[in-house]
């Protein structure tokens, strides 16, 4: 029997649903956390951002702590076939519902506008 068998493992579920959904070419990845999603420095949301905008966001550790994995995991999942990637607020009542359902949903929408312009002009 393995040593590691008999500790915990430690295995982050954002990192993981990210490689599945690349592997699975999902067109969309949706991570629920208990925020509403990527805010500002005044604790506004960010319904939308391109990748850059989040890229330069981590660089200005305006996004910290607990959200560097889940937003790490989302441009994972951007870098492969997932068309976008969304992350809401997920003890809100019918988050994921009004996420899809509606036009404007209610977490953080995360695109790559150069993936973007490529399939619209291909």
Same mark, same amino acid.
């Given at each position: 029997?393995?040593?590691? %068998?008999?500790?915990?493992? /430690?295995?982050? !579920?954002? =990192?993981?649903? !990210?490689?599945?959904?690349?592997?699975? &070419?999902? $067109?969309?990845?949706?991570?629920?956390?208990? =925020? $509403?999603?990527?805010?500002?420095?005044?604790? /506004?949301?960010?319904?939308?951002? $391109?990748?850059?905008?989040?890229?330069?966001? %981590?660089?200005?550790?305006?996004? @910290? *702590?607990?959200?560097?994995?889940?937003?790490?995991?989302?441009? !994972?999942?951007?870098?492969?076939?997932?068309?976008?990637? &969304?992350?809401?607020?997920? =003890?809100?009542? &019918? !988050?994921? *519902?009004?996420?899809?359902? =509606?036009? @404007?949903?209610?977490?953080?929408?995360?695109?790559?506008?150069?993936?973007?312009?490529?399939?619209? &002009?291909?």
């Amino acid at each position: 029997m393995c040593e590691c %068998l008999d500790k915990p493992l /430690n295995i982050n !579920a954002d =990192t993981n649903s !990210a490689e599945i959904a690349k592997e699975l &070419h999902a $067109d969309k990845l949706i991570i629920m956390t208990d =925020t $509403d999603g990527i805010l500002d420095e005044n604790g /506004n949301l960010f319904p939308s951002l $391109d990748r850059e905008q989040v890229e330069e966001m %981590l660089k200005k550790q305006t996004i @910290s *702590a607990g959200m560097i994995p889940k937003v790490k995991a989302c441009l !994972a999942a951007l870098e492969g076939n997932v068309k976008k990637v &969304h992350i809401i607020n997920g =003890t809100n009542a &019918h !988050a994921l *519902a009004m996420e899809i359902f =509606t036009e @404007s949903g209610i977490g953080t929408e995360i695109i790559d506008c150069k993936k973007i312009y490529k399939m619209k &002009h291909a």
